[in-house]
């Protein structure tokens, strides 16, 4: 099993910044999973919004969001952040830490969740 506990959710004000991290813990090699986020906002289905290869730091991101968010990743702590920039309304949602051992399905129905993280936009 693998376990992702996420931090950093809150309410900021548009055009803001806010950092989420995820802490992974379980299975020792996790060093071979992908590890993203995904978000999902009240009545939508989930979106896929970046990931991140655990040993070679490739990152993936969902082309609408890139130049805001970049996600990265601390081995030694074995932690993900995604560091949010210039907040939108539409950012509004529960984002969730994930992880999965394939690129694809990381982005579409990674096999762990966190149990979420809300991020509010006041505008």
């Known amino acids: 099993q693998v376990q992702l506990v996420e931090s950093g959710g809150g309410l900021v004000h548009a055009g803001g910044s806010l950092r989420l991290s995820c802490e992974a813990s379980?299975?020792?090699?996790?060093?071979?999973?992908?590890m993203g986020w995904i978000r999902q906002a009240p009545g939508k289905d989930p979106d896929f919004v970046a990931a991140i290869s655990w040993g070679g730091a490739r990152t993936y991101s969902s082309d609408s969001l890139k130049a805001r968010f970049t996600i990265s990743r601390d081995n030694a702590k074995r932690t993900i952040d995604l560091q949010m920039n210039n907040l939108k309304p539409e950012d509004a949602a529960v984002y969730f830490c994930?992880?999965?051992?394939?690129?694809?399905?990381?982005?579409?129905?990674?096999?762990?969740w966190g149990q979420g993280t809300q991020v509010s936009i006041s505008s």
């Open positions: 379980g299975r020792t090699f996790i060093g071979r999973y992908f």
């Open positions: 994930t992880a999965d051992p394939s690129l694809t399905q990381i982005r579409i129905t990674p096999s762990y």
